[in-house]
Nanobody
């Protein structure tokens, strides 16, 4: 059974930074392209960032381009999302998944940006 585990969320002030981590059980993160998604209150889940299996390709939603960086450590089976210059509109639950959201969703990690 696939289970993603996201961590690293929290409450930070606008302009702050967070680094999210994603690991999995029952799924080999290191073998697949991965993506981060987020869901804000009252909104649908949306794509945030993509990274190919060997990190040669990354893509970002326009809303986070230049502020967020996706990376991975295949030896550790972990994908990261470095989030800088955070804004209140980045407040959401953040999820990772195989690119294309092909696996069951994990619990996510809450990111709250507020002064």
């Amino acid at each position: 059974q696939v289970q993603f585990v996201e961590s690293g969320g929290g409450l930070v002030q606008p302009g702050g930074s967070l680094r999210l981590s994603c690991a999995a059980s029952g799924f080999s993160v290191s073998k697949w392209s991965m993506s981060w998604y987020r869901q804000a209150p009252g909104k649908e889940r949306e794509f945030v960032a993509f990274i190919s299996t060997f990190a040669d390709t990354t893509r970002y939603a326009d809303s986070v381009k230049g502020r967020f960086t996706i990376s991975r450590d295949n030896a550790k089976g972990t994908v990261y999302l470095q989030m800088n210059s955070l804004k209140p509109e980045d407040t959401a639950v953040y999820y990772c998944n195989q690119a294309g959201a092909k696996q069951p969703w994990g619990q996510g990690t809450q990111v709250t940006i507020s002064s």
